[in-house]
């Protein structure tokens, strides 16, 4: 998926874009219609605690219009660090922790639920859209929700199926037809989800494509969610400061900063 479909603006013109900088790029809402180069004190990701002075990108914004723009270095709020620019480690490096780390393990075996704690340190929806805080508070338990829902129906079908296979008959078509239009849905909205998260982690990164230009994201996502889902627990986990839990929100211990 290409970074030109997001519905958010680039605001180039705030800020020099500089990896060595450590420009992390923040959501803003437009308070107003501006022109391009009007400052004001936005809040980043809609939290009143944040606030910065923002200045808006070329080309202007209207009111209500949801544009990233590059945090100031000044900036010294409590917020988990990470490498801008590049990722912090490459897609196959899923033991750089350590064969028994819960980054490793918790992407392998509950991927969406992994991928639901990167939502939360990103404050994104379950369908790994920018959301203020009000909107992506719940996220984790609504993406566990899902998976916990799957599973469930999952397994009624499993029992409603298990009679015809002991007596040898033909299991109904309607059996058949049920179990592909849940693995479906799951299916895309798991592909989709992931490819909006990693395309919101390189976008407030500043991480570029380096294969499969105008669709790394998707093409990731689709073939290799496990390693993309580890790559990002890692790159967007301070592991070096706070320790990987596997059964919170965020995969860290209560109380760890957000990624801004």
Same mark, same amino acid.
């Given at each position: 998926?290409? *970074?030109?479909?997001?519905?958010?603006?680039?605001?180039?013109?705030?800020?020099?874009?500089?990896?060595?900088?450590?420009?992390?790029?923040?959501?803003?809402?437009?308070?107003?219609?501006?022109?391009?180069?009007?400052?004001?004190?936005?809040?980043?990701?809609?939290?009143?605690?944040?606030?910065?002075?923002?200045?808006?990108?070329?080309?202007?914004?209207?009111?209500?219009?949801?544009?990233?723009?590059?945090?100031?270095?000044?900036?010294?709020?409590?917020?988990?660090?990470?490498?801008?620019?590049?990722?912090?480690?490459?897609?196959?490096?899923?033991?750089?922790?350590?064969?028994?780390?819960?980054?490793?393990?918790?992407?392998?075996?509950?991927?969406?639920?992994? *991928?639901?704690?990167?939502?939360?340190? *990103?404050?994104?929806?379950?369908?790994?859209?920018?959301?203020?805080?009000?909107?992506?508070?719940?996220?984790?338990?609504?993406?566990?929700?899902?998976?916990?829902?799957?599973?469930?129906?999952?397994?009624?079908?499993? *029992?409603?199926?298990?009679?015809?296979?002991?007596?040898?008959?033909?299991?109904?078509?309607?059996?058949?037809?049920?179990?592909?239009?849940?693995?479906?849905?799951?299916?895309?909205?798991?592909?989709?989800?992931?490819?909006?998260?990693?395309?919101?982690?390189?976008?407030?990164?500043?991480?570029?494509?380096?294969?499969?230009?105008?669709?790394?994201?998707?093409?990731?996502?689709?073939?290799?969610?496990?390693?993309?889902?580890?790559?990002?627990?890692?790159?967007?986990?301070?592991?070096?400061?706070?320790?990987?839990?596997?059964?919170?929100?965020?995969?860290?211990?209560?109380?760890?900063?957000?990624?801004?």
């Amino acid at each position: 998926m290409d *970074m030109s479909d997001t519905p958010y603006t680039n605001a180039e013109g705030s800020a020099p874009l500089n990896p060595t900088e450590e420009t992390l790029m923040v959501h803003v809402t437009a308070p107003a219609s501006l022109q391009a180069g009007y400052t004001f004190e936005a809040e980043i990701n809609g939290d009143p605690d944040k606030v910065f002075t923002c200045q808006v990108p070329q080309g202007g914004v209207t009111e209500g219009q949801v544009f990233l723009t590059p945090l100031p270095l000044t900036y010294d709020g409590l917020r988990l660090r990470a490498p801008v620019g590049q990722w912090k480690d490459g897609l196959c490096d899923c033991c750089a922790l350590g064969v028994c780390h819960p980054t490793l393990w918790c992407a392998l075996c509950c991927t969406q639920i992994a *991928m639901g704690q990167i939502m939360s340190r *990103m404050q994104l929806t379950w369908l790994g859209e920018y959301g203020p805080i009000a909107s992506t508070a719940n996220t984790f338990r609504v993406v566990v929700l899902l998976v916990a829902s799957y599973y469930a129906y999952s397994t009624c079908l499993l *029992m409603a199926e298990l009679p015809y296979a002991t007596q040898g008959v033909p299991t109904p078509t309607s059996i058949a037809v049920l179990k592909f239009v849940g693995s479906f849905v799951v299916s895309v909205w798991a592909v989709y989800s992931l490819c909006r998260v990693r395309e919101n982690v390189r976008a407030r990164y500043q991480i570029p494509e380096t294969r499969c230009a105008g669709c790394e994201d998707l093409c990731c996502s689709l073939w290799c969610s496990c390693c993309v889902t580890s790559q990002m627990l890692r790159h967007t986990g301070e592991h070096e400061t706070y320790p990987a839990v596997c059964c919170t929100r965020t995969g860290h211990p209560p109380g760890t900063p957000i990624v801004v």
